[in-house]
């Protein structure tokens, strides 16, 4: 067994980083659920990617377009962690929505529904310190509205399971 992989419970080998940390090589579908081993699946988004803040809302937007909220998730998870830390509850706010869709996408309503209200109050908080809350061209309002209508039906609907594609947010409004 090389030094990177350690048994589980029952004895099964897991995937781990340099630090012992788990850090499943199993391939995922768009929404980020595991598939089996060997199976084709979605390229994942690198980890640790430091981009411009520009370039952080043209590809969240573009995985978000392509049905693809999970891995739009893990873009806006390197802003936050990365950018200044004034930014960090723009960019996280921004995180929970593509993982509150997610989460609904996958049929979730409840947990999917809590994630869409929480990242659109911690967007909306971040948008009201004024000129100050710098926010890249996002429909800070419009997204959080998004949100809101969206935890809304898949509280109401249920069973009803939303496609993450067809329920994309515009994160910049669309120029005339």
Same mark, same amino acid.
């Given at each position: 067994m090389s030094p990177? +992989? /350690?048994?589980?419970n029952e004895g099964v080998d897991r995937d781990r980083d340099q630090d012992? =940390? $788990? =850090?499943? @090589?199993?391939?995922?579908?768009?929404?980020?659920?595991?598939?089996?081993?060997?199976a084709a699946g979605v390229a994942?988004?690198?980890?640790?990617?430091? /981009?411009?803040?520009a370039e952080t809302v043209r590809e969240a937007q573009r995985l978000l377009d392509a049905g693809m909220p999970f891995h739009a998730?893990?873009?806006?998870?390197?802003?936050?962690k990365s950018g200044? &830390? $004034?930014? =960090?509850?723009?960019w996280?706010?921004?995180?929970?929505? %593509?993982?509150?869709? *997610?989460?609904?996408? /996958?049929?979730?309503a409840t947990g999917g529904a809590r994630l869409l209200r929480r990242g659109a109050g911690r967007i909306e908080e971040? &948008? *009201?310190?004024?000129? +100050?809350?710098? *926010?890249?061209?996002?429909?800070? @309002? &419009?997204v959080a509205r998004w949100a809101r209508g969206l935890a809304g039906r898949v509280? %109401?609907?249920? %069973?009803?399971?939303?496609? $993450?594609? $067809?329920?994309?947010? /515009?994160?910049?409004p669309v120029r005339q």
């Open positions: 990177r +992989a /350690r048994r589980d012992g =940390r $788990a =850090r499943s @090589a199993r391939p995922r579908d768009g929404l980020g659920r595991p598939l089996p081993y060997g994942r988004q690198p980890e640790g990617v430091a /981009r411009d803040p998730h893990e873009v806006f998870e390197d802003a936050w200044p &830390g $004034a930014e =960090r509850d723009l996280q706010g921004l995180a929970q929505l %593509a993982v509150g869709l *997610t989460h609904a996408a /996958r049929g979730n971040y &948008g *009201t310190r004024g000129p +100050a809350a710098e *926010t890249y061209g996002i429909d800070v @309002a &419009g509280e %109401a609907d249920g %069973a009803e399971v939303p496609d $993450a594609a $067809a329920e994309a947010p /515009r994160l910049r």
